[in-house]
């Protein structure tokens, strides 16, 4: 019978609640080609590679604090090889640098950290050139302070440079090398070079400065060594075991015991018995800034110099005149070529606005004239040794001729030629040339029925001064001195004739060395040899020369710049030029003062090639002479040393005769006391001779005497080392905070 309808139903329902679903779907497969490469690839890196993924997959895994937990326990040679190992590790390390430099410089070099100070953060105002040992890589003034302090801190870091480098030479026995005064080899160059970048480094990287004091605790560990090995030095040695060189830290630097390896700023206090260390504060820093400021002011005061010096603050209250210079241009109409006359005088201060107010049209003897430019001169009067204008007048002039920002930059710039930014009705230059001359003018074309007119404020002083009225007083045309390029041209004369005195003075010199060294070949001058003491001065004279010539060379090229700027302007304005017809500066000129410049240029070298010449001619003669001196002191200390040996011959005879007669001197001045019984031997005819009570007397007194003698020879030697240890420790003893 077929089942209903209802049966087979409620047989599927029961079916399907006691059978499992059975999952048939499968992965899509991935037919990319890029895909299977990719793959290859990885499965390649893994079996030629397996620490790759899972080695180091697992350390950049880790936690960030168990991470540099690990790291800070590593040396710093450990961290910079780490840095190589991927991309992802080398930017972790790099963001983590300072606290894993920190935390390490903590655990293994504390002691080092508070030896090798850093140099501080240089200040706002350099206060002094950086000056440099010339064993020692040069300061770097951008980077730190070039105050003593911090000085001696840069230096003490390049010693421990320096020290890692020759440290396999000191192990090993191998002597370094010794270079002769004057002499600088290539490769001292370069060692050089390389140890100042390693000390910059540390400087800029943190992690670098740990490997500095890594590097210096293994150098330090090494000299250790090297002093306990060393059998015939009997001084007492600092005592260090294996493990404490194994460990890697500086714990043991801190036991007492002799100074046996390079480490500043600390010294040992007896009275505490501690090692004491110089304080990281400013307070020695602080005191050297103070000490330069107070010598400057000092030197100051000495020499009469006021504050209101050229390129520091101009603070003059007082002043009864102002010193000016007018140039007038004799108007055309004459029938001749139109000529030009410098006018200087004092103007009294209170009428300065008067003076600003006068008319640009004047009548001389010979005819009306027309002014071309105004000076305004600022520093110390040559004559009556005052310094004028005041600050009050200086400031007005400066806003009636919109020079206020000009002037600003011409004192605060060290040298060059420049045009500054104007209103459009004048045009505005500077010339600055630190720290004889600084001028700032404005110039303004035919705006007016007076025609052109330049107006300048000079900071000028002495030579450089008295130098630009002569040339202010020689013949000018009229249109030159009406063009905005003439302060630029007078400047541009002044210094030029400045550099053509300077080397003037400079061969002078020369050939006055020349005679007395003879290292030439000229056969109008006489040698003259120098005498012994001379050579040191003549040396020192020849230095100056060749530093005379160094700021030549940079006077000569401000004259350079400022004839090109002359050139550019005069040809830029060539179009619009307002000045007369006939071109004040034309090509022809401008060539001149080029040529000039060039010759001024071959003159300089000539005279640097001929003081080099006489500067290595003086440092031979000195070594012959040193060689001289040296030749006759091992001649006199060889005759010490032959009467010394002598002598010791002597005392070796002396002690051979009095130990051969020593102990029969002993046994007869014995036997003749009267501590034996003679006369009972001498009746017995017997050799044996008996003692008498006074034998024993003689003992008991002697050999107490015997040491008490050596015991006070004793105390007299300790009492005596005491005193020169205590000596010898005030004499070293810092004022250490």
């Given at each position: ?419 500054m930014p104007s209103d459009g009705s004048s045009l505005v230059f500077t010339v600055a040339y630190h720290p004889k001359l600084a001028i700032a003018w404005s110039h303004a074309g035919n705006t007016s029925e007076s025609g052109p007119e330049t107006h300048a404020i000079v900071f000028a002083e002495g030579e450089e001064r008295a130098e630009l009225h002569r040339s202010l007083k020689s013949e000018w045309s009229a249109a030159t001195t009406k063009h905005s390029m003439f302060p630029a041209l007078l ?133 012959q002479q040193d060689n001289a001196i040296a030749f006759d002191t091992a001649s006199a200390t060889r005759s010490i040393a032959a009467s010394s040996l002598q002598d010791s011959s002597s005392m070796k005879m002396l002690a051979l005769v009095a130990m051969f007669f020593l102990p029969g001197s002993f046994v007869a001045a014995l036997f003749s006391a009267p501590l034996f019984a003679w006369d009972e031997a001498l009746a017995s005819g017997g050799m044996a001779v008996d003692t008498r009570p006074q ?43």
């Open positions: 019978m077929p089942p209903s309808k209802e049966t087979g139903v409620r047989d599927l329902d029961t079916a399907s609640d006691v059978l499992p679903v059975e999952d048939a779907t499968k992965l899509l497969e991935l037919r990319s080609k890029r895909t299977e490469r990719r793959r290859r690839k990885l499965e390649k890196r893994a079996v030629s590679k397996p620490w790759s993924n899972s080695q180091l997959g697992g350390l950049v895994g880790l936690p960030i604090e168990l991470l540099l937990q690990i790291l800070e326990l590593l040396r710093p040679s450990d961290i910079f090889a780490l840095r190589r190992v991927n991309r992802t590790l080398r930017a972790f390390l790099f963001d983590q640098e300072a606290s894993i430099t920190r935390n390490i410089i903590n655990l293994r070099y504390p002691i080092l950290e508070r030896s090798l100070l850093r140099p501080l953060r240089p200040p706002r105002h350099t206060i002094f050139a950086p000056q440099r040992l010339p064993e020692h890589p040069s300061p770097d003034n951008s980077l730190h302070c070039t105050c003593l302090t911090c000085l001696v801190r840069w230096n003490a870091r390049c010693a421990v440079v320096d020290l890692v480098h020759w440290r396999d030479h000191l192990d090993t026995g191998k002597p370094i090398p010794v270079l002769f005064r004057g002499t600088d080899p290539p490769w001292n160059r370069e060692l050089l070079a390389r140890n100042r970048q390693v000390v910059i480094n540390a400087l800029t990287s943190p992690l670098w400065y740990a490997r500095v004091l890594e590097a210096h605790l293994d150098s330090t560990a090494r000299s250790i060594r090297r002093h306990s090995l060393n059998k015939a030095d009997q001084r007492p040695h600092f005592h260090m075991t294996e493990e404490e060189q194994r460990a890697g830290t500086d714990s043991f630097l801190q036991r007492e015991g002799p100074p046996t390896a390079f480490l500043p700023c600390r010294n040992w206090v007896e009275a505490r018995q501690q090692w004491v260390y110089v304080s990281h504060a400013q307070d020695w820093h602080e005191i050297d800034l103070r000490m330069l400021v107070d010598m400057d002011g000092a030197k100051r005061r000495l020499q009469g110099i006021p504050p209101a010096v050229l390129w520091d603050e101009y603070e003059v209250h007082k002043c009864p005149v102002v010193e000016v210079t007018e140039v007038w241009v004799e108007d055309e109409g004459s029938g001749s070529q139109p000529s030009a006359l410098a006018e200087t005088r004092t103007v009294s201060s209170s009428e300065i606005d008067n003076w600003l107010e006068e008319p640009s049209r004047r009548h001389f003897s010979d005819g009306t004239y027309t002014r071309s430019a105004r000076l305004v001169w600022v520093g110390r009067d040559g004559d009556q040794r005052r310094v004028s204008p005041s600050t009050t007048i200086l400031e007005t002039l400066t806003e009636a001729w919109g020079l206020q920002d000009a002037l600003s930059y011409a004192r605060g710039c060290f040298s060059g030629v420049s045009t400047c541009s004369l002044m210094l030029a004739h400045s550099l053509d005195t300077t080397l003037e003075d400079i061969k002078a010199a020369v050939r006055e060395v020349e005679a007395r060294t003879g290292h030439h070949r000229f056969a109008s001058r006489h040698q003259t040899q120098p005498a012994a003491g001379e050579l040191g001065q003549l040396s020192a004279q020849m230095s100056g020369c060749a530093a005379k010539l160094a700021n030549g060379t940079r006077k000569m090229k401000v004259v350079e710049a400022i004839n090109e700027f002359i050139a550019q302007h005069t040809t830029r304005l060539a179009d619009v030029s307002s000045t007369p017809a006939g071109e004040p500066f034309s090509r022809t000129h401008i060539d001149l003062l080029r040529h000039r410049v060039e010759m001024q240029a071959v003159d300089t070298t000539y005279v640097q090639q001929r003081v080099q010449i006489q500067i290595a001619a003086l440092f031979h003669l000195i070594a034998f024993a007397l003689f003992w008991a007194v002697t050999a107490p005497l015997t040491a008490v003698v050596f015991v006070m020879y004793g105390v007299w030697m300790c009492i005596q080392g005491r005193r020169e240890r205590k000596q010898r420790r005030k004499a070293s003893q810092l004022d250490i905070v």
